[in-house]
């Protein structure tokens, strides 16, 4: 339906008189000017016509049969349709009266008669237009009221001089408040966030005191829900004077942008599957609480949590699945660690404690203010329990264990990355011991890299010093109980930590290479004291040294074992050199050239540590040596582990067959002696016979002992 003339090529104009011959000058005069013109000849007619032909102009004489022009008006303005509809009304010049009437009846304008048609002509067109305009304006302002409501926009304005304070629909929904009259500024302010309710009646203050315009966010708090933002936003118009008349503005909701820029703030430091804190936050936060820690003398914890085998759920299940749970485990997480720290107040202050989530199935648990690195231990030991109770996602029974690494700041490092990668090992350690366990980055895990270099330093030291001294244990013939031999064993009597065990300080010797000065030390010193106890009288005594790798590396070994051989007068048949399988990894070509030159010079070999490293005993074929020891695992397993004496036998009559001769080493017991009596093995050593002796007390040893034929 059309309901406006716009749409119309012509405005169209009613004229409305009882005269016909007015009605004709009147149409005659408009169509001249390019208006349409319809007709009625009275107040009642002209309502029907409006009604049906929807003019844009209504030209009305005052004085009219049936109804006449003013009760036509009012009527016609009744009806909201036709409110803003120019009204043209004639009238005689002088009927004042008639005049006011048809004003308050809601005439548009007059013009007196008798009518001069040029000049109605004009006035016609000009009213056109403003209804035009008004109507332009009345839509747009329609179209403003809708946008502002579609944006959530409203506006406000308090008259300064009376006080009137008006505001939209829109802002009465925004503050919840009443609609229509009853906004005041009071109330408006009233709903405001306590909060923020300071801030935005001071903008309001200094608009009003100095005329600033504002723009300020604040909350409302809802009867239901979360708090409601809006922008709020005034400034005062003042007269031609510069009298401020009113404070105007508009009030918007921007609680979906505030949302919106929350959610980027958030997902900056967060991960988006679990909403845990992301590794850029458990940094900053580790940064900040080390600081913290260090200032007051206090420590940080750092629990690292990975999933055993997550990537197995993945594939069964599908990521899906994959990623309910991480969603789940996050929330335990968070639940176990927030309980904890409520029920045990011990632990962790409740929002002191940060659960991240690092990527994968890696989680990080913040511990800023634990008191004793024990506190950290409990947490871990909670959180991996926890997570040890089967999940139910989407109808799957999903059980997963975790492991976790703790590391403590600062002793396990100064910064963020050192207690990371501490944690990471330290999962690493937990992992390999016992998935669903958890595990203290060792210090000593550091500690053993920094005791090393000052044991290198110490050791360097020590050569020169005379702390190094030879201690040596007797090899018995089984069958025989005779002495045929002495392992020398190095020892090592540190000026403040006193003795240090061989298996402590060798590896280090052997990594700054200080291996080859210990290794001939321990050659010349045993050669040299061998050849003293031959002069006592014990002619037949052997003497075995441990070599390292490195010494049978240099192609030296031959020559500085004959030299040492001949400067302290052994011969060469009386020295057995030991060597282990692991030493034969690296190399190996080298070292067996190496072996060969020694049995070259008369000099025997025995393969120590039998059955500990990788070597099958077929390899054994392929090996220059004379002796094979077996290790100590396999003889204290005698009596106790049926499988290892079966190899023990088997270990003994193989090397038989390949013409090889049996030590065992480690020998403790009465009973392990009679098993490898039984089973031929050659020789033993161990506590049972003699624990490794310097060398007077050994001499003595000799003295005293009797052989007896078992
Ligand atoms: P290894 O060559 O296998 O030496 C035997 C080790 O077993 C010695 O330990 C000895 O004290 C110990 N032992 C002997 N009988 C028994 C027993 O009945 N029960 C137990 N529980 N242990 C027994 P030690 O002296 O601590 O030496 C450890 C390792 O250090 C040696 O193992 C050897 O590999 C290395 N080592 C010692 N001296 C030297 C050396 O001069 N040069 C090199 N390269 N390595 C050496
Ligand atoms: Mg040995
Ligand atoms: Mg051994």
């Given at each position: ?16 008189d ?90 548009t ?29 009345e ?13 959530g ?47 935005v ?55 979906g942008?505030?949302?919106a ?143 976790a ?18 944690a ?10 016992a ?7 060792e ?26 001294s ?11 109980n ?90 060469p ?74 190899i ?63």
């Amino acid at each position: 339906m059309e309901s406006a003339g716009h749409s119309r090529k012509q405005p169209r104009v009613l004229v409305v008189d009882d005269t016909a011959t007015l009605r004709q000058m009147a149409r005659d005069a408009l169509e001249e000017d390019g208006l349409e013109v319809v007709e009625a000849a009275d107040g009642r007619a002209a309502l029907e016509v409006v009604a049906e032909q929807r003019p844009d102009l209504v030209l009305m004489d005052v004085n009219m049969p049936v109804l006449d022009g003013c009760a036509a008006c009012h009527e016609l303005r009744l009806n909201p349709e036709w409110a803003n509809l120019p009204v043209l009304m004639m009238t005689a010049s002088d009927d004042v009266e008639s005049m006011r009437t048809a004003y308050e009846a809601g005439a548009t304008d007059f013009i007196t008669k008798p009518i001069n048609w040029l000049i109605l002509c004009q006035r016609v067109r000009y009213m056109l237009r403003m209804s035009r305009t008004a109507a332009d304006l009345e839509r747009s302002q329609v179209q403003l009221a809708k946008a502002q409501r579609s944006a959530g926009l409203g506006n406000w304005e308090l008259d300064l001089r009376s006080g009137a304070f008006r505001c939209s629909d829109e802002v009465c929904g925004l503050y919840e408040l009443p609609r229509g009259q009853l906004a005041t500024p009071a109330a408006l302010l009233e709903r405001i966030h306590p909060e923020d309710r300071d801030l935005v009646g001071t903008a309001l203050e200094l608009a009003l005191s100095d005329g600033t315009p504002f723009s300020v966010d604040h909350r409302i708090q809802l009867s239901d829900g979360p708090d409601r933002h809006v922008h709020l936003q005034g400034e005062v118009s003042t007269s031609e004077d510069g009298d401020p008349l009113e404070l105007s503005g508009t009030a918007q909701d921007v609680s979906g942008r505030k949302r919106a820029e929350e959610e980027v703030r958030f997902l900056a430091y967060h991960d988006s599957l679990t909403r845990l804190g992301n590794q850029r936050l458990f940094r900053d936060r580790l940064n900040h609480g080390l600081a913290q820690a260090r200032r007051q003398g206090e420590i940080v914890g750092v629990v690292l949590l990975d999933l055993d085998h997550f990537k197995r759920i993945n594939d069964t299940f599908g990521h899906s699945v994959g990623d309910m749970l991480l969603q789940r485990v996050a929330d335990r997480l968070q639940n176990c660690v927030r309980e904890g720290d409520t029920v045990t107040r011990s632990l962790v202050a409740p929002d002191d404690s940060t659960v991240s989530r690092f990527g994968g199935d890696e989680f990080m648990v913040l511990l800023p203010s634990v008191r004793r690195p024990q506190e950290a231990g409990h947490v871990a030991r909670r959180v991996v329990d926890v997570l040890a109770h089967p999940f139910d996602l989407d109808g799957h029974q999903v059980v997963v264990t975790a492991s976790a690494g703790i590391s403590i700041g600062p002793t396990d490092g100064e910064d963020v990355d050192a207690l990371l990668r501490n944690a990471v090992a330290a999962m690493y350690a937990a992992k390999e011991r016992a998935r669903g366990s958890y595990q203290f980055y060792e210090r000593s895990m550091n500690d053993v890299v920094r005791r090393n270099l000052e044991l290198e330093g110490e050791l360097r030291a020590a050569l020169d010093a005379d702390q190094l001294s030879v201690h040596y244990q007797p090899k018995v013939e089984l069958a025989t109980n005779r002495i045929t031999s002495v392992e020398a064993l190095v020892r090592w009597t540190h000026p403040e930590l006193g003795s240090v065990p061989p298996g402590q300080f060798v590896p280090v010797a052997e990594q700054a290479g200080l291996i080859v000065a210990v290794g001939e030390f321990v050659l010349r010193t045993a050669c040299a004291q061998t050849r003293r106890w031959h002069e006592a009288g014990f002619e037949d005594l052997r003497i075995s040294v441990n070599l390292s790798a490195q010494q049978l590396r240099t192609d030296e070994i031959t020559f500085t074992v004959s030299q040492i051989l001949h400067e302290t007068g052994l011969l060469p048949k009386y020295l057995d050199v030991e060597i282990t399988e692991s030493m034969m990894i690296e190399n190996k070509g080298v070292a067996i050239a190496a072996l060969h030159q020694l049995k070259g010079v008369g000099i025997t070999v025995s393969l120590d540590d039998f059955g500990t490293g990788y070597s099958s005993l077929s390899y054994l074929n392929s090996l220059p040596v004379d002796f094979v020891k077996i290790d100590r695992t396999f003889v204290s397993a005698i009596g106790t582990d049926p499988n290892n004496a079966v190899i023990t036998a088997a270990i003994i009559s193989m090397a038989h067959t390949l013409g090889l001769q049996v030590v065992a080493e480690g020998v403790e017991t009465e009973e392990q002696r009679r098993f490898l009596l039984e089973r031929d093995c050659d020789e033993m050593q161990g506590y049972l016979f003699s624990k490794p002796l310097p060398a007077d007390e050994l001499t003595e040893l000799l003295r005293n002992h009797q052989p007896q034929r078992s």
